[in-house]
């Protein structure tokens, strides 16, 4: 399959690895691992594509459609051509990412089709269970899988974002409806999850509450409250979904590293804790997952 080194090839943001996973008829699927050569703004540039664009590992700020927010292995994204975005890496830790490009006439042919044609800039977060269907979705395709297949799999797919996220609803409307003031306090809210988001994935998961709080500049009860309600997540439940995810990262590799030492690098008590908090998430131990997730087939 095509792979290669410079600009995403199809998005033109910043520069990274990137690996074409398949291309049935009208859809194209990719994965790309970004390298920072700077911390600042790209220059803005307009999607060409429907994009569905799903975090892995990582993270960045964007800048769509003129609104700045913070993205990380959480945040699921989804663009029409016309968007304009531009991004940067201030943690200077990269991110990857897949994305999911669909033909207009390949979302017309689907019962919601019209939804996804007429939605400009959403984003969101993905659940446990999306973000399960996702990387086992890329385990299977760098497996490999007739076009038949991978055609029938991507719809698949695409459904479970719809029902996974919420995605296509308008952008804001819990938010506004729990805050029910002005548009500069739901935005001030938003800045300071993001903030808190940040924080957490620079500090490696590590930092405690009281850390975070002086980190943003809020007590821990103000960002405790604002959080859950930005997010609809506790900051301990938040932070143990973005430790899962960097678990998965690491046991889709296949250099078949002891889970206590998996447990040990992501700061877990000891590999019980692992085993506890990965099952409590996704519905399976870290054993089990790593026969799911990597990319070179078993017996």
């Known amino acids: 399959m095509p792979e290669g080194t410079g600009s995403d090839p199809r998005r033109k943001t910043t520069p990274g690895r990137w690996r074409v996973l398949g291309h049935p008829e009208g859809i194209l699927i990719y994965e790309v691992r970004c390298i920072v050569e700077s911390h600042g703004w790209t220059e803005p540039a307009a999607e060409r594509f429907h994009n569905l664009i799903l975090g892995r590992s990582g993270a960045y700020r964007r800048r769509l459609n003129g609104r700045t927010t913070f993205s990380d292995a959480t945040s699921v994204l989804i663009t029409r051509p016309g968007d304009e975005m531009s991004v940067s890496h201030p943690l200077g830790c990269g991110d990857s990412y897949t994305c999911v490009q669909v033909d207009p006439a390949v979302l017309a042919g689907r019962p919601d089709g019209a939804r996804w044609l007429e939605t400009a800039g959403w984003e969101g977060t993905s659940d446990a269970s999306l973000d399960l269907a996702h990387r086992m979705l890329i385990a299977e395709f760098r497996r490999g899988l007739d076009h038949f297949e991978m055609t029938e799999r991507l719809h698949r797919f695409l459904d479970g974002v719809l029902s996974r996220t919420g995605a296509l609803d308008e952008p804001g409307t819990d938010l506004a409806r729990?805050?029910?003031?002005?548009?500069?306090?739901?935005?001030?809210?938003?800045?300071?999850?993001?903030?808190?988001?940040?924080?957490?994935?620079?500090?490696?998961?590590?930092?405690?509450?009281?850390?975070?709080?002086?980190?943003?500049?809020?007590?821990?009860?103000?960002?405790?409250?604002?959080?859950?309600?930005?997010?609809?997540?506790?900051?301990?439940?938040?932070?143990?979904?973005?430790?899962?995810?960097?678990?998965?990262?690491?046991?889709?590799?296949?250099?078949?590293?002891?889970?206590?030492?998996?447990?040990?690098?992501?700061?877990?008590?000891?590999?019980?804790?692992?085993?506890?908090?990965?099952?409590?998430h996704v519905g399976h131990p870290p054993a089990h997952l790593r026969r799911l997730l990597t990319h070179t087939r078993r017996p």
Not at 213 to 226: C, D, F, I, K, Q
Not at 232 to 253: C, P, Q
């Open 178 to 280: 729990a805050v029910s003031r002005r548009p500069a306090t739901q935005a001030a809210h938003r800045r300071l999850a993001d903030r808190a988001r940040e924080v957490l994935t620079a500090g490696d998961y590590s930092l405690s509450l009281d850390e975070v709080a002086r980190e943003v500049g809020a007590s821990p009860h103000h960002l405790s409250r604002v959080f859950h309600r930005v997010t609809g997540s506790s900051l301990t439940a938040y932070r143990n979904r973005l430790r899962v995810r960097a678990v998965l990262d690491t046991l889709a590799e296949s250099d078949e590293r002891p889970l206590r030492t998996v447990a040990a690098e992501h700061g877990f008590a000891d590999q019980a804790h692992l085993t506890r908090v990965v099952r409590d």
